[in-house]
């Protein structure tokens, strides 16, 4: 009897070691968290409708831009509950006049399955090399200014601008699209203007005085997603010229694609001129979005490839100058302002109707 009880209490025992053993041995493994892959791209989409531009206040002349490095030290995508994702592992440089024309990778990143709602870029510094003159700013680094002719090196002490002297460059936009498992994957556009996103910096030291060109607080940029059909490019006029203060008629040439590759129709589009300022960086309607009735032509995309589409515009000087008057902006005679042109285009495709609204980059005009 003795020896039966023993045994009873050391099969007993084990049995009370091995139970937490046992529960752990069955406890289920946390699930993973499952990715879908984005790749951000780099774009310049500005095509003008002639080859050569003049020197206008405020904007750089394309052809002394010859180089146009900005550094991205963040970009963030938003998520549905309201938190960021980081995409980039440390900063990244290029420089925007490689794009110009042509769509290149810029980061592909693993991000959580599920909706998103907006993308959050930081740039924190800057290099352009106009007219021979090299300028160099960073949000950690004060700004330089280094002269051709004759070679020397000015720095913030001497009076040159640090465009980053409030701090880095921060843009966030609305931007909308869900990825459902591992196997999506979102393609994203950067669209840069090079050339909008720059302003000339006139410095003057003794009795010299040089150009170089700086980082615009509000960079001029678009933001697209490789979905249904998109306007890709715009090729707009270098300048609108008024005479007898009449309005102006031209056009711009829209260019589509379809990512989904079903071709579509654009049913209606409207037109608005939004005021952009001396230097390109307000954005003040300078009239009421109205339907445009002139003909689009053609008036479909294709499936396949890119299709551009002309578009005939009316810049209506006077009533244009009266509404800004009205909003508290005087325009000056013979000083240079820049407008753009917002679109929405409304448009069908495999069935589905929709709006598309661009706003172009700016366009020079001249005040008679």
């Known amino acids: 009897m003795k020896k039966t009880c023993s045994g009873f209490l050391s099969i007993l025992l084990i049995g009370l070691f091995a139970l937490p053993f046992f529960f752990t041995g069955c406890k289920k493994d946390e699930p993973k968290e499952e990715n879908a892959k984005v790749n951000i791209k780099l774009y310049d989409a500005r095509v003008p409708h002639t080859t050569t531009k003049t020197t206008s206040e405020g904007i750089a002349d394309a052809s002394l831009l010859t180089k146009c490095e900005i550094t991205y030290s963040s970009i963030m995508l938003k998520n549905s509950d309201g938190e960021y994702i980081e995409l980039l592992n440390g900063s990244k440089t290029v420089d925007l006049r490689d794009f110009q024309g042509t769509v290149d990778d810029l980061v592909s990143a693993d991000i959580p399955v599920g909706s998103y709602t907006g993308i959050k870029i930081t740039v924190s510094g800057v290099s352009t090399t106009y007219n021979g003159n090299n300028y160099t700013a960073s949000v950690s680094?004060?700004?330089?200014?280094?002269i051709a002719n004759p070679a020397q090196t000015f720095t913030e002490a001497q009076g040159v601008t640090n465009v980053f002297g409030s701090g880095a460059v921060v843009f966030e936009y609305p931007l909308t699209f869900t990825l459902s498992d591992a196997s999506?994957?979102?393609?994203?556009?950067?669209?840069?203007?090079?050339?909008a996103s720059v302003y000339v910096i006139s410095y003057s030291y003794l009795n010299y005085t040089w150009e170089f060109a700086g980082i615009r607080p509000l960079l001029n940029i678009g933001?697209?997603?490789?979905?249904?059909?998109q306007q890709i490019r715009h090729s707009p006029p270098y300048g609108i010229t008024i005479?007898?203060?009449?309005?102006?008629?031209?056009?711009g040439i829209h260019t589509f694609v379809d990512f989904d590759q079903n071709g579509g129709t654009i049913n209606s589009h409207t037109s608005q001129h939004v005021f952009r300022g001396s230097d390109g960086t307000l954005t003040?309607?300078?009239?009421?979005?109205a339907v445009n009735t002139n003909t689009l032509v053609p008036n479909t995309v294709n499936a396949n490839g890119e299709s551009d589409i002309r578009s005939d515009e009316t810049f209506n000087y006077s009533q244009i100058v009266s509404n800004l008057a009205a909003a508290g902006y005087t325009l000056v005679s013979g000083q240079t302002y820049y407008f753009s042109l917002r679109k929405t285009w409304n448009i069908t495709t495999n069935g589905t109707t929709y709006d598309l609204t661009r706003m172009c980059e700016p366009i020079p005009v001249v005040i008679p």
């Open 223 to 229: 933001v697209l997603l490789e979905q249904g059909i």
């Open 284 to 289: 003040v309607d300078a009239e009421a979005m």
């Open 184 to 195: 999506d994957v979102e393609n994203i556009h950067l669209q840069f203007d090079a050339d």
């Open 141 to 146: 680094a004060s700004a330089t200014a280094s």
């Open 243 to 251: 005479v007898s203060n009449e309005s102006v008629n031209y056009y």
